[in-house]
C-alpha cells in the first residue's frame, strides 16, 4: 500500500513538473511564463520530496524534505518577483 502512495505522489509531482515545463515553452510572455514555472515547478518538486520522504519514512529524511519544500517555498517566489522585476526594467528601458 505504501508503494501506491508513493508512486501517486510521484505521478502527481511528475506531472505538474511537465505541465510547468509546458508552460515556459508555450506561454507568450516574460511574466507568464515565470508564474508557471514557480507554480507548477514548486508544487511538483514538493509532490515528488513527499514521495520521497514516504518511501524512505526515516526521521532525519523527513525532516530534510520538510526543510527542502520550505526553501522552495520561500525563494520560488522571491526569485520570480526578482526576475520579473528586472525583465520589466529591461523592457522599460528597451521602449524609451
Known sequence: M????VA??????GFFALIAAIGVLRLPDVLTR???STKAGTLGSS?????????FGD??????VIAIILFLMLTA???????GRA?????????T
Open 2 to 5: 505504501v508503494e501506491v502512495l
Open 8 to 13: 501517486i505522489f510521484l505521478l502527481l509531482g
Open 87 to 95: 525583465a520589466v526594467r529591461v523592457d522599460d528601458n528597451v521602449k
Open 47 to 55: 509532490l515528488a520530496l513527499i514521495g520521497c520522504a514516504i518511501y
Open 77 to 83: 517566489p522571491i526569485g520570480a518577483h526578482m526576475l
Open 34 to 36: 515565470m508564474h508557471a
Open 59 to 64: 526521521t532525519a529524511v523527513t525532516v530534510r
